[in-house]
């Protein structure tokens, strides 16, 4: 059985990112689009998805190159088994299986944009060192391995493949020039689509679909309230910095703070300090080196004006006594 779902693979902190980056284009540009601006937004959460997608093919070409390198081996004069044996490994995988009979994976394969073929290198160098990993020799032992052993297995291989192998990280950020924000998600999906698939016996994709889901709404919003309401959002960033502080901001630490004012007065939801810790980890590598120090103390100078003013309002469980 085989689903595809609209789970969102975005985490939020990855959704404040693309919007940070685009609004960082709306304002280099000359003659700037709310309508273009979000549609690239638009894309940009489309685009996890592809990589996703290309993520879990690579799984179908990497045994397409096993079964080119079995069919070397048998005809040698002294086949060695063992090897035999390892070429193997992707075929003893029920979740290749499902993936390869999946109609509406075959469908994404025709209109995908990426080719694992194009990578040939890869596959050589990466059987030649997956071999030597403990959990792919202790997963070679089994014939028919139990669900269990399968899943352990593809996560692991999947992981060395995200965090470990270098050739792969090269070539995924050669095709998805967002390749360093989206990768953490990327993985997360992935081995959740994994646990799924051995957990409840089917297989469950996830796709964006029409109809966005709560975090892409999220991203649109925030980037909406950012450009309609910036006159007035730079308003309060003035009148709580000194002259000399002004000087100090660079354009992403001016957009990082709007986008934190933006959560403070329209997201009733999202708790004041979890805003500020997301935007100060999110200038801790998008901006310069001290201005998370900076941007802190302008950011807890507002949160408290916004409070003692009443304007900012805020709800649910836990939400409501923020000081």
Known sequence: MQTFCSLSMLSRRNIRIKVLQQLYAFQQQESPSLPNTIKQLQSSFKGIYQVYYFAIEFLEDFNTYLESEREVEIQKYFPSKTHIHKTKAIERLDFY???????????YKVQSKYNWRNHGHLFDKLFEDIVQYDFFIEFDIFEKPTSDVQKQFLTNLYEVLFNEFDLFESIMSDEYVLWDDDSAD???????????????????????????TEGMIFGEDLLKKCIVDKDYIDDLIKTNISNWDSERLTMMDIIMLRMSISEFLYFETIPPKATINEYLDIAKIYSTPKSHIFINGVLDKIRKTLLENGKMIKTGIGLKNEK
Do not use: R
């Open 97 to 107: 299986h499902a993936i390869v009979n999946s109609e509406d994976f075959k469908l």
């Open 186 to 212: 990327v993985l997360q999906a992935i081995i959740k689509s994994i646990d799924k698939f051995y957990d409840k016996g089917k297989l469950t994709i996830e796709k964006p679909e029409p109809k966005q």
